[in-house]
């Protein structure tokens, strides 16, 4: 049936060919064959061996697998084996990695797996919400989680939040009975239940029309998955960075190449030269490094509550300058909590403690309740319980809460005052009740007390107002000040705060009469409560991270503005009233340049209709942001899919948004998406570090090479040498330097441009002093050599030796680019430390394998020799640090 909304329920339920009774499970299991099991369409994960082919397509792998080809043409397998060691090792690791990504964001998903009751054959079954099938009767209620489109076929006080699905924060009444238009909006289909949304009160019963990718979210999901991905900033400036070294290779080979051919140099030793230069400039461990340096990032941000789905989204997360953020469960807890009392005419008291426990007490102004403030409190918060559908109570594992947020709210705010529901109930035991119901606005109980009966209300002020003649006061009741109550609950709601009034009163109901809102009148008005979704207890210090890390935070919700401003204000997201912008404002802008300028003003966007929030990435986008953005809904999931980073929230997300996004949050927590700004960081500095490491050790070697080919001296290191220089003894230390921790500083640095080179001017000017000092020293060495009358394999041996001396005095040069070493414990990173010695152990124990000393040819040397090639690698140090030491200076200026 194309439109089950604008058919009565009956002739839904035998178009599905469907009973009261619901399907048989035989029908159940046949149906299930044909549509196929009720799950959101997932973009299908490549496969292993896919996984490992991936690993290959890289620029920089293509320039070393041509270095291979090139040692295999001049008959030197020995270079041509070790590249591709590195090119095997290289895609083993990131294979692993992405595959263990795939593998967490699996068990993320099998974690929300919901479970639905349905009638079978007369019996209500609970069953596995992906074995759903079109035609099965659906039972609802109050925090259930629709699992499938459905037509209603009864409603009582049935309220859907449909906000993952519509955007629209305030939740929908349904209606059983209503036949609407053909072409009735989605919001407005009130005689319909759709997939994803969420049972906030009330009761129903409904037939499934859509499952999977028929329903409205599978449409959504459709939409948007298999979409080209935003680019990773980290992939960019490593394809930028690749393509600047395969260029330079090329011409310094061409050049040298030239100049050793007019030196009458035989050909395959100008080949063997451009193999040696290929070697030294490109940095083999560098892809290994960089996949190390992710993935340990990644295990870092999982015990931070930040799951990972793609490997690149750890470095992505960290070079956001804009964090666009959901203010409902990830700047706040999600859950109502009563705040405020207000007694009439008296200053607000407050109400302390966590939203789920009854923890937490009442603090007045003056200090402490009075007698008479007793008796007031104690008369509101009967009321608050009585007129009240909710359930709070204690079991084993905790508290239980059941029934409506607001209600539960008043349970927990009832409890903090020493006021139990199920006491009182045993006390006054309820004669009537009067249900809420969104028509009413308010609920009431009738309930038998020692004097007679008494009525307890609750609900909207403007509906209780007339009800009542007097008000609560410590003397007793006062006549009614109506426009004194309103100023009072007005000035909560300019807080942010949703009000609800409290009122009783006494009455006898008479034999056959049915309680009901006739008998209302004439009622005390006890007092308001101000309700408000409160902060998260870290939000507010991980904005000022934000801030102090120079990282824009703007709140786009749906929520009104008044409770937007509010929770901005305390949050001190914004301060001037101009810096909120709500979405119908939005709709004014029609040009992108008018809505540019509106956008680059706000801090908080309020009444922000599905659409206009990927409107407002995109228009950060074009001010110049590298935008993060958080969401839970599937109408996020267009923003999610726009944004550099998206982020996702594990607990209470739809699977649309989970599979749209990079990141996903196991706490929805906004403090967590802070923390993984700081371990992004963290990983790109790392990932700098190596590189810093290894493209300094590489000019080191080209710039030795240039000198000898200038002095006319031979290839100071053979082909394999620099490969085992490279891969073997380096390769340990850029994998442990990837294991850096935290410098501690990272959240007080700016963000890094997004059109920032990786190789920047200080790294350009940091390698070209250690290279000028490696280099330059490591010449001085082998020509001496020469000159002393060693042979050339002597001769090359000690250029070897100190060259890796080098390398494990540098590692420690490339832990920070600007603090001292000094102040660098080396400790903190103790695989460091182990394996440079590991470095060094290696290399001696080559000296005295037979086999590998007469591949690499090299040759023990003594202990006393060692220390002298000591001496002249422990310089690099001292210049490094006096590098340092100048460049903070003159920062302090």
């Known amino acids: 049936m194309p439109a089950p909304h604008a058919a009565p329920a009956a002739e839904v339920l035998r178009a599905q060919r469907s009973s009261g009774n619901g399907l048989s499970q035989a029908e159940a299991a046949a149906r299930l064959r044909r549509y196929g099991r009720n799950t959101l369409p997932e973009s299908r994960p490549p496969g292993a061996v896919r996984l490992f082919l991936r690993q290959f397509a890289s620029p920089l792998i293509y320039v070393l697998a041509f270095a291979a080809l090139v040692s295999l043409f001049i008959h030197d397998p020995s270079d041509a084996a070790f590249i591709a060691a590195v090119l095997l090792v290289n895609a083993v690791i990131g294979t692993v990695q992405e595959y263990s990504a795939q593998r967490a964001a699996t068990a993320l998903r099998q974690l929300v797996v919901t479970r639905s009751r349905v009638l079978r054959e007369g019996e209500i079954h609970e069953v596995d919400s992906r074995e759903l099938v079109p035609g099965d009767i659906l039972f609802l209620e109050s925090g259930d989680r629709v699992a499938a489109d459905a037509r209603l076929l009864t409603a009582h006080d049935l309220e859907v939040d449909e906000s993952l699905l519509t955007g629209e924060s305030q939740p929908v009444f349904k209606d059983a009975d209503r036949v609407l238009e053909a072409d009735s909006a989605l919001g407005d289909r009130v005689n319909m239940v759709f997939a994803g949304t969420l049972v906030n009160r009330g009761r129903g019963r409904a037939v499934v029309v859509a499952t999977a990718m028929a329903t409205e979210l599978g449409r959504i999901a459709a939409d948007v998955l298999g979409k080209p991905l935003t680019r990773a900033p980290l992939l960019v400036r490593m394809e930028q960075f690749t393509r600047r070294v395969a260029v330079l290779v090329a011409v310094a080979a061409v050049l040298l190449a030239a100049v050793a051919a007019a030196r009458g140099m035989p050909f395959d030793e100008i080949f063997m030269l451009a193999v040696a230069l290929a070697v030294s400039a490109i940095p083999e461990g560098l892809p290994v490094a960089l996949t190390v340096a992710l993935a340990i990032s990644m295990r870092r941000m999982a015990r931070r509550n930040v799951i990972v789905r793609r490997l690149v989204a750890v470095e992505a997360l960290g070079s956001c300058t804009c964090i666009a953020t959901d203010k409902t469960g990830t700047l706040t807890v999600n859950q109502l909590t009563a705040r405020r009392i207000l007694l009439p005419g008296r200053e607000p008291w407050e109400v302390t403690g966590s939203s789920r426990e009854p923890d937490g007490s009442i603090i007045v102004p003056q200090g402490a309740l009075s007698e008479g403030d007793m008796v007031l409190l104690e008369r509101l918060c009967q009321a608050a319980v009585l007129a009240n559908e909710g359930l709070i109570a204690r079991r084993d594992h905790g508290w239980v809460r059941q029934g409506d947020a607001?209600?539960?709210?008043?349970?927990?705010?009832?409890?903090?005052?020493?006021?139990?529901?199920?006491?009182?109930?045993?006390?006054?035991?309820?004669?009537?009740?009067?249900?809420?119901?969104?028509?009413?606005?308010?609920?009431?109980?009738?309930?038998?007390?020692?004097?007679?009966?008494?009525?307890?209300?609750?609900?909207?002020?403007?509906?209780l107002l007339p009800m009542c003649s007097t008000m609560a006061a410590s003397d007793g009741p006062v006549v009614l000040d109506a426009a004194l109550v309103e100023a009072q609950a007005q000035a909560l709601a300019e807080q942010g705060y949703r009000v609800i009034a409290l009122a009783a009163g006494s009455l006898t109901l008479k034999a056959g009469e049915v309680f009901s809102e006739e008998h209302l009148r004439g009622l005390t008005l006890l007092g308001l409560v101000g309700l408000i979704d409160p902060l998260r207890p870290e939000a507010r210090a991980a904005v000022v991270d934000c801030r102090r890390a120079g990282i824009r935070?703007?709140?786009?919700?749906?929520?009104?503005?008044?409770?937007?401003?509010?929770?901005?204000?305390?949050?001190?997201?914004?301060?001037?009233?101009?810096?909120?912008?709500?979405?119908?404002?939005?709709?004014?802008?029609?040009?992108?340049?008018?809505?540019?300028?509106?956008?680059?003003?706000?801090?908080?966007?309020?009444?922000?209709?599905?659409?206009?929030?990927?409107?407002?990435?995109?228009?950060?986008?074009?001010?110049?942001?590298?935008?993060?953005?958080?969401?839970?809904?599937?109408?996020?999931?267009?923003?999610?899919?726009?944004?550099?980073?998206?982020?996702?929230?594990?607990?209470?997300?739809?699977?649309?948004?989970?599979?749209?996004?990079?990141?996903?949050?196991?706490?929805?927590?906004?403090?967590?998406?802070?923390?993984?700004?700081?371990?992004?960081?963290?990983?790109?500095?790392?990932?700098?570090?190596?590189?810093?490491?290894?493209?300094?050790?590489?000019?080191?070697?080209?710039?030795?090479?240039?000198?000898?080919?200038?002095?006319?001296?031979?290839?100071?290191?053979?082909?394999?040498?620099?490969?085992?220089?490279?891969?073997?003894?380096?390769?340990?230390?850029?994998?442990?330097?990837?294991?850096?921790?935290?410098?501690?500083?990272?959240?007080?640095?700016?963000?890094?441009?997004?059109?920032?080179?990786i190789f920047d001017r200080l790294m350009v000017k940091r390698v070209l002093l250690s290279a000028l000092v490696m280099g330059g020293l490591t010449f001085v060495l082998y020509q001496w050599l020469l000159q002393q009358g060693f042979s050339l394999d002597e001769a090359r041996n000690g250029t070897l030796m100190l060259m890796v001396l080098f390398e494990n005095v540098h590692v420690f040069n490339s832990r920070s680019e600007s603090r001292s070493l000094l102040r660098h414990s080396p400790l903190r990173n103790p695989l460091l430390l182990f394996g440079t010695a590991a470095a060094q152990l290696v290399h001696i124990g080559a000296m005295y394998t037979p086999w590998l000393s007469e591949v690499l040819r090299i040759q023990p040397i003594s202990l006393e020799h060692w220390l002298q090639l000591l001496l002249p690698a422990a310089s690099l140090l001292l210049v490094m640090e006096l590098e340092k030491f100048l460049r903070a200076r003159r920062r302090d200026r």
């Not at 349970?411 to 249900?435: C, D, F, H, Y």
């Open 406 to 463: 607001v209600d539960v709210a008043l349970l927990l705010m009832a409890r903090k005052a020493g006021v139990v529901q199920s006491e009182l109930l045993t006390a006054w035991p309820v004669i009537a009740t009067i249900p809420f119901e969104s028509e009413r606005l308010f609920s009431a109980s009738l309930n038998r007390v020692e004097d007679g009966q008494q009525a307890f209300v609750k609900g909207a002020l403007e509906r």
């Open 553 to 757: 935070v703007v709140m786009v919700t749906g929520d009104h503005p008044a409770t937007a401003w509010a929770i901005a204000r305390e949050l001190e997201l914004a301060e001037d009233p101009e810096q909120l912008l709500t979405g119908p404002r939005l709709k004014q802008a029609v040009e992108e340049a008018a809505l540019d300028r509106l956008v680059a003003r706000a801090r908080v966007f309020a009444r922000v209709e599905p659409a206009q929030k990927l409107d407002i990435v995109r228009s950060l986008q074009r001010n110049g942001h590298f935008v993060a953005v958080s969401g839970d809904g599937a109408n996020d999931a267009p923003a999610l899919k726009a944004a550099e980073v998206g982020v996702a929230m594990g607990r209470n997300g739809t699977d649309v948004a989970r599979e749209t996004a990079d990141i996903v949050l196991s706490d929805d927590n906004f403090a967590s998406i802070v923390a993984g700004v700081e371990e992004g960081r963290i990983a790109y500095a790392n990932v700098r570090k190596v590189i810093f490491l290894l493209i300094s050790t590489g000019a080191a070697e080209i710039l030795l090479f240039v000198l000898a080919l200038l002095a006319a001296l031979p290839l100071p290191l053979l082909a394999v040498q620099l490969l085992w220089l490279n891969l073997v003894t380096n390769g340990i230390q850029d994998v442990a330097l990837a294991f850096e921790p935290a410098e501690g500083d990272e959240l007080r640095r700016p963000p890094r441009s997004p059109r920032e080179p």
